[in-house]
């Protein structure tokens, strides 16, 4: 038997997520993964109007609040049946745009980027060298040798005090960082104007949320967004160019920076496009609606399975029952009652603590499955997933972009990438990159068509809808940042009767259903090199790359001592 490395809590992440896995000859054989809160919203919404449900669901996490409300409102308008005016659909689409940029920044400069960069390795490098480095990649206006240099020198004061901030616990030297000095230097200089850069993104998502995060914009059939071009209290074209110019921000750094780091880095690890597959199942669903009735899309939905990209069943609208079918949640190694496998709008939330116990119940995870023809499989959701659908399905930005990445490496290393490298850790950075450039196109082309719209006289923002006394039922998904994204509702005489969210971090942080099939991070982490183990880098790096949002998948609370659980943080 092998050494067994627990990792307690997983930083970096969003929520308490607890990582056990087993080593041995310096190569993990197997792996657990533990989501250390229990979430109880489905329990709060039970009773309520309809209407607070996208309201209060922003408040499962702290980061994916814009994305659980466009969920929960879209899940409530799919049980009543209602359409949605091209306005509402074009703002909550540049919304949704906006945030996926601010996320996708955020995750990989912020999040995972010292999983790859050596920081303090940077005080060696010649910035004039990094200069050229960088200006051989893109031509964003920041990468003179000014530029490097002055974060050289204020880096240089911070390692000089020995108070090195959110650098402090890095695994500095490790042996499997192998980035050059002046690539070290160029990307913590772009991680420091990342930090500006993700701001535009997110101031826009506030101008039209009225708020960011928590968006009070919402509304059940449409937005709130008054228009009107020659009123300043409403959705005129001052604020609609003050968004565009935030947008065109945002985009520069995506295109310049975000995409062409990601690539560089992904050349100089060529073999972490081999590490971390993991499940080869993946599901997307589509998102950023052309029509009033949620049949046409920009982005594209669908499953692969065995890793086939030649046989994508697509998932076509809202109402496509290929998905609202066929999702199941397992808790049979789940703290939660019972050991059953029920489809969402038949479930109960019941939490039943029993103890950490890898052979019997070990999270508050459940574990989402997707049933096809009468077999059960795990799924991998997340940008990689949707990357793959779209370039299966013949998208042609995702194409566009997939090509250009591939190609870049191709030429940077030699070596012969191709689709099925980004099956790997270092391909879901490089899947989300190439979506976070596919909707940068997206979003300046969705101002566009509601900017056009306006200008046809068409101001209608919401329509009127009623509740049946009958029970109804409905699905609402979104493609979030972290994948795929699904609030079920379930509603009698005009109440909440049962409700529940499938989340990204759900289906990828699951653990093992009653047929012992891993979830994705689990998976993943199977057959990864480990150097060291009480420096466990290579586990951090392949959980990261799915970006773990565990809040979004559970929440703890102790109504008796009034305390959230208590971690040590590494």
Do not use: C
């Given at each position: 038997m092998g050494k067994k490395i627990r990792i307690d809590p997983v930083t970096r992440i969003e929520g308490h997520l607890r990582i056990e896995v087993e080593v041995d000859n310096e190569v993990i054989k197997n792996a657990w993964s533990s989501s250390q809160m229990w979430r109880g919203i489905e329990v709060i919404l039970k009773n309520r109007d309809p209407e607070d449900a996208w309201v209060i669901t922003q408040r499962i996490c702290g980061v994916c609040t814009t994305v659980h409300a466009i969920a929960s409102v879209r899940s409530v308008e799919n049980a009543l049946g209602i359409e949605v005016p091209l306005n509402a659909q074009y703002i909550r689409n540049i919304i949704i745009g906006a945030h996926a940029l601010h996320d996708h920044i955020v995750h990989f400069y912020h999040l995972s980027a010292v999983d790859w960069v050596d920081v303090v390795s940077s005080l060696n490098a010649d910035p004039r060298k990094t200069a050229e480095i960088a200006q051989s990649l893109s031509e964003w206006p920041h990468n003179g040798t000014s530029d490097f240099k002055a974060v050289k020198n204020k880096l240089s004061q911070f390692v000089g005090s020995g108070q090195i901030g959110p650098f402090a616990n890095g695994y500095w030297g490790h042996p499997a960082m192998k980035l050059p000095p002046e690539v070290n230097l160029l990307a913590v200089t772009h991680y420091l104007q990342a930090l500006?850069?993700?701001?535009?993104?997110?101031?826009?998502?506030?101008?039209?949320?009225?708020k960011n995060p928590h968006i009070q914009n919402l509304a059940i059939g449409g937005v709130a967004n008054a228009i009107n071009l020659e009123n300043e209290a409403t959705l005129n074209m001052e604020k609609l160019m003050k968004v565009k110019f935030l947008l065109e921000k945002a985009v520069a750094f995506v295109k310049q920076v975000y995409l062409p780091d990601v690539i560089a880095i992904a050349s100089f690890y060529p073999e972490w496009l081999e590490y971390g597959k993991g499940v080869?199942?993946?599901?997307?669903?589509?998102?950023m609606p052309l029509d009033t009735k949620g049949t046409l899309f920009d982005l594209p939905g669908g499953t692969i399975f065995n890793g086939d990209l030649n046989n994508v069943t697509p998932i076509k609208g809202f109402n496509d029952p290929y998905f609202?079918?066929?999702?199941?949640?397992?808790?049979?190694?789940?703290?939660?009652?019972?050991?059953?496998?029920?489809?969402?709008?038949?479930?109960e939330t019941v939490p039943k603590y029993t103890g950490y116990d890898t052979g019997k119940k070990y999270s508050w995870t459940k574990a989402p499955r997707f049933v096809k023809e009468e077999k059960v499989y795990p799924m991998q959701v997340g940008p990689l997933s949707q990357v793959l659908v779209g370039y299966g399905l013949g998208h042609d930005l995702i194409k566009k972009y997939v090509d250009f990445a591939t190609e870049k490496i191709r030429s940077l290393t030699g070596n012969d990438i191709n689709i099925n490298h980004l099956k790997s850790t270092a391909g879901r950075h490089l899947a989300r990159a190439i979506r976070a450039a596919v909707i940068a196109d997206l979003v300046m082309k969705h101002w566009e068509l509601l900017v056009n719209n306006i200008a046809k006289g068409d101001?209608?923002?919401?329509?009127?809808?009623?509740y049946p006394t009958s029970e109804i039922k409905?699905?609402?998904?979104?493609?979030?940042?972290?994948?795929?994204?699904?609030?079920?509702?379930v509603i009698s005489n005009g109440k909440i009767k049962n409700y529940q969210a499938v989340v990204p971090s759900t289906w990828n942080s699951?653990?093992?259903?009653?047929?012992?099939?891993?979830?994705?991070?689990?998976?993943?982490?199977?057959?990864?090199?480990?150097a060291n183990i009480k420096k466990p880098l290579e586990v951090l790096r392949t959980v990261h790359s799915f970006d773990p949002c565990i809040a979004c998948a559970v929440h703890l609370f102790d109504p008796t001592t009034k305390e959230k659980v208590r971690v040590k943080i590494l």
């Open positions: 500006e850069y993700q701001r535009y993104a997110d101031s826009a998502v506030a101008i039209l949320g009225g080869d199942n993946y599901l997307a669903v589509p998102d609202r079918d066929n999702v199941r949640e397992s808790i049979y190694h789940s703290w939660y009652d019972g050991n059953w496998m029920k489809h969402p709008w038949d479930e101001n209608t923002i919401w329509n009127e809808y009623k409905g699905v609402g998904f979104h493609e979030a940042p972290r994948g795929t994204l699904s609030h079920w509702v699951s653990p093992r259903d009653s047929k012992g099939r891993r979830g994705p991070y689990e998976e993943s982490l199977i057959g990864n090199p480990v």
